[in-house]
């Protein structure tokens, strides 16, 4: 962990490349010469990268050293054992963590993760990231992150569904819909919601708000599978026009074709934009006359690997970022746009769909290239804002319909960007910091008016 006397000055930001934390970052960097291959990661972690931010805005606010201790650590942490006996017949134990890291604005909330490279760090990083973006977003949570680091996309169903099991009967004790409420992240989807539902039934009776991002016909809320990339294309509606930039006009690439990436590429689509190139976990692809949004996702689901799709040309993974595009959109995992590839890229603009998708280091790079950030804590909130219509609805045990939920969205993305923008604008910085100083502000404020702190 870094320690809090490697902070920037404050509005030095000349001096982030100079800082102890990033020249580290900087000389781990140097081993890469490209974008992480699919299992790998960048070297710098998700938990140095939020931190890094955290400190930039701690340090523009004035926050002293007291305040800071509250928001560098999360206020609760469980770790469980997940022994689980697979169909090789034998037991395999995974560790599942959740981290609550802040409650000052309402109940934890945050999604659940299944993936061999979840550590503990990592969710902490997350759960924090989720403080800010909640508060970024005005909804009234506090932030959490869970995770399980098994291999839960190489797994047979009924495997993930004993993990997934396990793993809510070990947390349930932390969990509750006005204490914390899970959701769907990376490997983890409707399906395992429903798991987590019922268990949690189970013990305490029906409890359909206990977590969000459940199917459709278990109290799920329309419109909360496709949020997430929604939310990002929210976004560059925003900011298009401020940019010059017409859908039609408009070409984008997308790393990682999963939920956020796969809706947020459909979505552009239907709005005018043309897709030239893709990637996920087994490979790229590029073509400069258009991608079809649908036909690759159609593919995919159906098992399908993304560099064998018809109507495009496989390219090496590291190649996507340098496809010549308008916007750029990474949905898949965190620190893949680091030092040793942002300079390389070529688009105009970078919606973060994915968490902590850009290292600190590039995102220096990017912010003097002229590259437009518009960053993770408020780009890809369009997830835990529908999750957040979910959890009213099920309070209320009523359903709203699609276009109600979709227009609420909308008004809660639009008015982030805003506000965000907005203050960007007032004090010269860049979207990032404006948003971790727009956030942090509203949850030391809740804990102060609290007397949490
Ligand atoms: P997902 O599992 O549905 O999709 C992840 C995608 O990334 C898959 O297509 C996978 O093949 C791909 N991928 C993995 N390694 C890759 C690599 N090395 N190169 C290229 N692609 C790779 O997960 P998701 O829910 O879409 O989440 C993606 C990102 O968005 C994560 O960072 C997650 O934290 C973030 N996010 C998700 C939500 C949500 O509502 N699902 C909300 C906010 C943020």
Redesign the pocket.
């Known amino acids: 962990m870094a320690s809090k006397t490697e902070t920037t000055p404050v509005g030095e930001r000349e001096q982030v490349e100079k800082s102890p934390q990033v020249v580290e970052e900087a000389k781990r960097e140097a081993a890469l010469t490209g ?6 990661r960048a070297e710098v972690t998700n938990l140095e990268i939020v931190h890094h931010y955290f400190n930039l805005a701690a340090d523009r606010l004035g926050l002293g050293e007291d305040v800071r201790t509250v928001f560098w650590e999360p206020y609760r942490e469980v770790t469980v054992q997940i022994p689980v006996r697979l169909s090789d017949g034998k037991i395999h134990v995974f560790s599942g963590y959740r981290i609550q890291h802040n409650g000052a604005r309402g109940p934890y909330k945050g ?1 659940v ?1 299944f ?1 061999p490279e979840v550590d503990i760090d990592e969710v902490r990083a ?1 759960a924090s990231l989720m403080t800010w ?1 909640t508060a970024v977003a005005g909804i009234p949570y506090g932030g959490a992150k869970g995770g399980v680091n098994c291999p839960a ?1 190489k797994l047979k169903h009924h495997e993930v569904q004993k993990i997934a099991r396990s793993f809510l009967d070990k947390i349930e004790k932390v969990l509750g819909p006005t204490r914390d409420i899970p ?7 409707a399906q395992v919601m429903a798991w987590f539902m019922d268990e949690y039934g189970k013990l305490h009776g029906h409890t359909p708000a206990i977590c969000t ?1 459940k199917p459709i016909s278990l109290e799920g809320s329309y419109g ?1 599978e496709a ?3 929604r939310g990002c294309v929210y976004m560059f509606r925003e900011a298009a026009p401020h940019l010059g930039m017409t859908p039609s006009e408009t070409t984008f690439a997308v ?9 947020a590429a459909r979505i552009m689509q239907q709005l005018g934009c043309r897709m030239v190139a893709a ?4 490979g ?1 692809i590029r073509n400069d006359a258009g991608i079809d949004a649908n036909g690759l996702e159609e593919f ?1 689901r159906q098992g399908g690997q ?1 560099p064998a799709y018809d109507g495009a040309e496989a390219i090496e ?1 590291a190649e ?1 970022l340098e496809v010549p595009c308008d916007v750029f959109i ?5 620190g ?1 746009i680091h030092r040793g590839n942002a300079d390389r890229m070529q688009c105009r603009v970078i919606i973060e ?5 850009t290292t600190p280091a590039a995102d220096e790079i990017l912010n003097q290239k002229g590259v437009y950030v518009i960053p ?1 804590v408020m780009a ?5 804002v ?2 957040y219509f979910e959890w009213v609805q099920n309070l209320q045990h009523f359903r709203w319909d699609e276009r109600e939920v979709n227009d609420k969205l909308g008004n809660i993305m639009r008015r982030a960007y805003r506000e965000v923008s907005a203050r960007a604008k007032a004090e010269s910085l860049p979207l990032r910091e404006a948003a971790y100083l727009v956030g942090i502000e509203r949850v030391v404020e809740a804990a102060q008016t609290r007397g949490y702190i």
């Open positions: 974008a992480p291959q699919p299992g790998q999604g993760r993936h997350l973006k996309d959701a769907p992240d990376v490997n983890t989807n991002g909360r949020a997430t990339g790393q990682g074709y999963g939920n956020v990436g796969s809706w990637s996920d976990a087994d790229a995919i993304m993974p996507l990474p949905a898949a995992l965190g893949m769909g994915a968490n902590s998708p993770d890809n909130a369009g997830g835990v529908c999750s």
